[in-house]
């Protein structure tokens, strides 16, 4: 990993820590497809009560489909059954977001020089918007759980919006095809979810450097409220007002200069 990607991954471990939310599934093919009868124990896998992680398998009927994170919204099906599920635990998600914070990382670079700080402060800032936006969750990250509008990948993009910034030959492809080239979890999706999010905050932040009046101080508050409504220079009454949540996640990012990792966690050699 490149040092700049082993900071953002230190960053995302202390504020969106995995193994916290089953909504970051991984699935259990020793347990079958019946969703009546598995062929393995559902017995809870630990006694912390707390614990998503220790929660006993569960049946996930849309495993092979996606739905929208709205109430009653149903689930489209790509043909294929359910599966047995269980939560990622906090070392499987620390290993998948290696690869997720290097693509964040490799993005930031591509787009930093358009960005006031350059790659390391965009980087915050792409890991700010999109943190609070998906919790880096597993489920989001795959595209199995979507925003209420069809919202793709860890930045949290719609998909009309996703389209004006991938490049032309994406752009042209129907919208499913298209949200696949920016889920799951390998480099190359997660490349392009964080560049569309890196181009989007840039003209979210010009946009808001013109248009809103406020200090300087009050900026990242607008750039935020521009990347998440498009047009607007806040987010009051909005989901409890929420650029103000990703404006105090990048600050507190901003004051946190080094690479420092949980105790728990054994960290790649930089490469």
Not at 12 to 23: E, N, Q, R, Y
Not at 32 to 61: H, I, M, Q, W
Not at 181 to 199: I, T, W
Request: charge should be positive; hydrophobic fraction near 35%; charged fraction near 25%.
């Amino acid at each position: 990993m490149s040092p700049l990607a082993l900071y953002a991954l230190s960053l995302a471990l202390s504020k969106f820590p995995p193994g916290k939310s089953d909504h970051s599934a991984i699935a259990m093919p020793e347990c079958g497809s019946d969703p009546k009868s598995a062929t393995c124990s559902l017995e809870r896998r630990c006694e912390d009560v707390e614990d998503p992680v220790c929660n006993p398998p569960r049946f996930e009927p849309c495993w092979y489909g996606y739905r929208l994170n709205r109430e009653g919204a149903p689930c489209v099906h790509t043909g294929n059954p359910g599966a047995w599920v269980r939560t990622e635990t906090r070392e499987e998600g620390a290993e998948r977001l290696t690869v997720t914070m290097q693509a964040l990382a490799d993005a930031a670079t591509f787009y930093g020089g358009n960005w006031p700080g350059g790659a390391v402060d965009l980087s915050r800032a792409l890991l700010s918007a999109g943190g609070w936006s998906t919790g880096l969750k597993r489920q989001i990250q795959t595209g199995q759980l979507r925003g209420p509008g069809g919202e793709v990948c860890l930045m949290d993009i719609q998909p009309k919006t996703l389209r004006s910034v991938v490049p032309f030959e994406l752009a042209r492809l129907p919208q499913e095809e298209l949200a696949q080239k920016v889920v799951g979890l390998h480099y190359d999706e997660n490349r392009r979810c964080f560049e569309a999010g890196a181009l989007l905050l840039v003209r979210a932040r010009r946009w808001a450097e013109s248009r809103c009046k406020s200090p300087a101080s009050q900026l990242p508050y607008a750039f935020f409220s521009a990347y998440g409504t498009g047009n607007s220079c806040h987010t009051i009454g909005l989901f409890g007002d929420y650029a103000r949540l990703r404006e105090g996640t990048y600050l507190s990012f901003r004051a946190r200069k080094h690479t420092i990792f949980p105790e728990w966690f054994k960290a790649p050699e930089p490469g």
